[in-house]
């Protein structure tokens, strides 16, 4: 078997897509909270992707992929038995697994992928794990199933109220203290905003949030500075010292405008991407 | 890569005592940090013996075609050239790159040939020029050498950090090659002290070289440099060098260039950061240093160069805070001018702020390449191993790291250096792994 090599992919929806890869040395060194670094052709980007999931013995690695520029589309159009061109890893610095008591994983959209690993070695240091999940809409909402089973509790929110909870996932954090939850720790992956707005409610209600940092990086190995977010006042590298961060005193508002740099031009290059692919050439010269 | 200078090197001189009894040279040619033999291979030049001269050159430096592109000549074997005062310095850097380039393009030039397999295993961690001499000089010992990089492409600085107008990549590409036919293997995508850790590697390997280079990039820590179109150096320079931004949309990761662009520092990084920049078709480019033209430390073809370009220079001054709009684009530098004052440790002038002369620089797009710290990861994940309070790894007086079989050399130790003395510390720590491999 040759390292990089597609083992299975799975359309999770239409934007979302789970590879496993075969990847020895990367699931062997694995831990919750880290990422890889993956390139599908020459000349292409170096693109940041949270471990889902790895298996030592199989020696496969789990990554579950968002088409949101050019890179993800491509990647989401690799087919089983191909391969990637590069994966590094595992990178980062894992998240702190011990005893916290009770906690809740927040995961939104493709996050919630993202916090499972988080949630299952949560749970297997002995916390009472629940699963806030949230979503636009029903179609969106991944991995329910898997994040129920594992979980002591499982909540969903999905804006449309498609499923679930009508609301956000504050809306869900806010209800379950509300009931009575005490909850003594959170981890929360998704978008920046709600990132920003459940970190700022669980600090109200006296929760510890952490929050999985997304700056754009390059390298991602501690080398070129792009990544740097602003906790505690101090500049911190997120991938290195992050991507998971303490996240009462991080500047949000920061990370989407440096984020947001390059975001025009992703899209007109995801779109310009996506309709070469889908043209058909009636020239007949081809 | 910015590379706070080395001191002026004081050219190896025959012993008084010996040398008024004869009329040998007394200016020994032996200022190659690498030991590059400089007469001796300029006389097979001058007989036209281009394939000898390199294998005279690779004799003690297995990469003449990069140093002699990004040697800094002028503070070693140029500068200490005895025809330099009366005539000028023999421009030994040219006719080194011409002997490895023609010898190259004749087929003439031959990879060492390599000591019998010892059947010891060394593991070379970076593929940067320190690493690279590394390997090249244990394989030419005989020993089983494997080289893992965490990037994608092999090379380090040479690849992520210096420009193709400096150094070619069929350059970087070849002379790697010829590591290779020497029997050292080679991994892309390995990051030690993450996808495996050193007492891992120390399972597989009799000895383990670590030549990681530099790291997270020194910042200024002035206020808003976390605005956007604040670039340190390091994030500039792979993305047009190593991810090739320069040939967007063709490759994939873009680059932004404002219309006026300011580079901090003095460095070489810095003379690299202007000249890309300028290539990416700004207005204008300045490059900002805190002290004078003479305490640059910039090799001095790089400074000319860029002031061919049309990169300007201001000198004497101190960056202060980066403004921006309200999408925190940068919108200018706030700046302070300043005169030189008592010399420092190294003897460079200390830059002294002017009161009251503080003005704005207008500019949206601001290079910070004033150096960086030693890459992190190996010694976080290595207990074992002892860093210095600046982050360097430790090393005894003989060169060892405290774990043993592990050696050091390059940027992971000296914080930020050249390209030569990084090889001159993988060539010594080489010497030092085959002696303890030997006692093995």
Same mark, same amino acid.
């Given at each position: 078997m040759q390292e990089n090599t597609i083992l299975v992919k799975e359309p999770l929806n239409s934007a979302v897509v789970k590879f496993v890869i075969y990847k020895p040395l990367i699931a062997k060194s694995a831990k919750a909270g880290q990422f890889v670094i993956l390139r599908g052709r020459e000349g292409g980007e170096r693109v940041p992707v949270t471990l889902v999931d790895w298996d030592a013995q199989k020696g496969t690695i789990t990554v579950i992929i968002q088409a949101i520029g050019k890179s993800t589309a491509m990647f989401n159009s690799l087919k089983q038995g191909e391969k990637f061109l590069n994966v590094a890893g595992p990178l980062g610095t894992p998240v702190e697994i011990k005893k916290y008591g009770t906690v809740a994983v927040v995961g939104g959209g493709v996050g919630i992928a993202e916090v499972y690993p988080i949630a299952r070695a949560l749970k297997e240091a002995g916390n009472k794990v629940i699963a806030v999940l949230g979503a636009r809409t029903q179609e969106l909402l991944i991995l329910e199933p898997e994040m129920a089973a594992l979980c002591d509790k499982t909540v969903c929110a999905t804006d449309d109220g498609s499923?679930? &909870?009508?609301? &956000?996932v504050t809306d869900a954090i806010q209800k379950l203290h509300d009931e009575g939850e005490k909850i003594n720790a959170g981890f929360i992956i998704g978008p920046i905003p709600m990132m920003k707005f459940t970190s700022r409610l669980m600090d109200k209600l006296g929760i510890e949030p952490f929050a999985s940092l997304n700056p754009i990086m390059l390298d991602g190995t501690g080398m070129c500075g792009c990544c740097r977010v602003t906790v505690e006042g101090k500049v911190r590298f997120a991938c290195v010292e992050g991507p998971m961060f303490p996240s009462k005193t991080i500047d949000f508002d920061e990370l989407i405008r440096r984020t947001s740099e390059y975001k025009p031009l992703e899209k007109e290059l995801l779109e310009k991407y996506q309709h070469e692919k889908d043209h058909v050439c009636k020239c007949g010269l081809h | 890569m910015p590379s706070p200078s080395s001191p002026r090197q004081q050219g190896k001189q025959l012993d008084p005592q010996i040398r008024k009894h004869n009329f040998e040279e007394v200016a020994q040619m032996a200022n190659c940090p690498v030991g590059v033999q400089i007469p001796a291979f300029i006389a097979l030049v001058k007989d036209g013996k281009i394939g000898e001269a390199a294998s005279k050159i690779m004799e003690t430096s297995l990469l003449p075609a990069i140093c002699g592109r990004v040697c800094p000549q002028e503070k070693h074997c140029e500068g200490n050239c005895v025809l330099k005062e009366k005539f000028?310095?023999?421009n030994i850097g040219m006719l080194e790159r011409y002997t490895a380039d023609t010898a190259r393009k004749e087929g003439l030039l031959k990879a060492p040939v390599c000591a019998p397999a010892t059947g010891k295993k060394v593991a070379c961690i970076g593929s940067g020029p320190s690493s690279l001499a590394a390997a090249a000089e244990l394989a030419r010992a005989g020993h089983d050498v494997t080289v893992f990089e965490a990037l994608h492409a092999f090379g380090g600085v040479l690849r992520y950090g210096i420009p193709s107008f400096r150094l070619p990549r069929e350059v970087i590409d070849r002379e790697i090659e010829t590591v290779k036919s020497m029997g050292v293997k080679f991994q892309t995508d390995v990051l030690i002290g993450a996808t495996e850790t050193i007492k891992e590697l120390l399972k597989d390997f009799d000895a383990v070289y670590i030549g990681s280079g530099a790291g997270l990039p020194t910042l200024t820590g002035i206020p808003g440099e976390n605005s956007v179109g604040v670039y340190s150096a390091n994030e500039f320079l792979t993305r047009v060098n190593l991810m090739q931004a320069y040939k967007f949309p063709e490759t994939d990761t873009p680059i932004k260039i404002g219309k006026h662009v300011v580079v901090l520092g003095g460095g070489n990084s810095a003379m690299d950061a202007a000249r890309c920049a300028m290539r990416l078709g700004p207005d204008s480019v300045t490059v900002a240093y805190r002290r004078s033209a003479a305490e640059m430390p910039a090799r001095a073809a790089e400074v000319e160069h860029a002031k061919e370009e049309g990169v300007q220079f201001e000198y004497l001054i101190t960056p202060k805070e980066v403004l921006s709009d309200e999408n925190g684009h940068v919108t200018g530098l706030k700046c302070t001018r300043n005169e030189l004052g008592a010399p420092d440790e190294k003897g460079r002038r200390r830059p002294v702020e002017i009161p009251g002369s503080e003005f704005v620089m207008p500019v949206d797009t601001i290079i910070v390449a004033i150096g960086q710290k030693p890459n992190p990861i190996i010694a976080k994940t290595t207990p074992e191993l002892k860093t210095t309070e600046r982050g360097v790894l430790a090393l005894d007086e003989e060169g060892k790291t405290t774990l043993p079989g592990v050696y050091a050399g390059g940027d992971i130790i000296r914080g930020g250096a050249t390209v030569l003395l990084a090889m001159k510390d993988g060539i010594e720590a080489a010497g030092r792994i085959n002696k303890y491999l030997q006692g093995k």
């Open positions: 499923h679930g &909870m009508k609301g &956000m | 000028g310095s023999v």
